[in-house]
């Protein structure tokens, strides 16, 4: 199993930054995509950022140019750079990790979810 420790979020003014980390650890065989999304109150979760085990990054047009996303592979551990934040921000963002671990009898590969933390962004 694969365990997600999500940190990082908080209240911010318009224009701040937020840094979010997310340390994955546990009967981990292989980590492949790693990744963030967002839920906003009466909206659907969706796709903030998302980086492969290779590094190529894929962005919701909503924040080119203003978050940055990266990871550790040493560590298990992705991050999420926000810069010049504003209020439609203001979510609870959740990392998500796909990986192959060690269940109890095989290993399996699948989506693993954080907790969720919340970035509430003050105009």
């Known amino acids: 199993q694969v365990q997600l420790v999500e940190s990082g979020g908080g209240l911010v003014q318009t224009g701040g930054s937020l840094r979010l980390s997310c340390a994955a650890s546990?009967?981990?065989?292989?980590?492949?995509?790693m990744g963030w999304y967002r839920q906003a109150p009466g909206k659907q979760r969706e796709l903030v950022a998302a980086?492969?085990?290779?590094?190529?990054?894929n962005y919701a047009d909503s924040v080119k140019g203003r978050f940055t996303i990266s990871r550790d592979n040493a560590k298990n551990t992705v991050y999420l750079q926000m810069n010049s934040l504003k209020p439609e921000d203001t979510a609870v963002y959740y990392c998500?990790?796909?990986?192959?671990?060690?269940?109890?009898?095989?290993?399996?590969?699948?989506?693993?979810w954080g907790q969720g933390t919340q970035v509430t962004v003050s105009s």
């Open positions: 998500n990790v796909n990986a192959k671990a060690w269940t109890r009898d095989y290993y399996q590969t699948r989506d693993y």
């Open positions: 546990g009967s981990i065989f292989s980590i492949n995509t």
């Open positions: 980086i492969t085990s290779r590094g190529t990054t």
